[in-house]
């Protein structure tokens, strides 16, 4: 059984900085993309972050210079370096995996129900 279990999320003040974390288990072999997603109440989901293969990352505009993904494959761990947050990034966290061969551009803009998620992690920025 796939399992993604998000952590790290909390509340901050505007400016502040979070990791958070997504362990991966249940899949037989490290899954090619992987990425953040959010959703804030009455939004649709929209993409953050995502990784494909080692090192190929793409980000949303909106986050580009402030979040930073990374992946530890021996870990089989997801990591999203959140720094300057705003208000605006108040939203359930989602991490996603495709096992398949993916394109990080594309896993952040067209992502599946048919990738596998996560339950979610809460980031509350208010000062």
């Known amino acids: 059984q796939v399992q993604l279990v998000e952590s790290g999320g909390a509340s901050v003040r505007p400016g502040g900085s979070l990791r958070l974390s997504c362990a991966a288990s249940?899949?037989?072999?490290?899954?090619?993309?992987m990425g953040w997603f959010r959703q804030a109440p009455g939004k649709e989901r929209e993409g953050v972050a995502t990784v494909s293969g080692l090192t190929s990352t793409y980000y949303a505009d909106s986050v580009k210079g402030r979040f930073t993904i990374s992946r530890d494959v021996a870990k089989n761990t997801l990591y999203l370096q959140m720094g300057s947050l705003k208000p605006e990034d108040t939203a359930m966290y989602y991490c996603a995996a495709r096992p398949s061969y993916c394109n990080a551009a594309d896993f952040l803009s067209r992502p599946s129900d048919n990738d596998y998620w996560g339950q979610g992690t809460q980031v509350t920025v208010s000062s």
């Open positions: 249940g899949l037989a072999t490290n899954p090619y993309c």
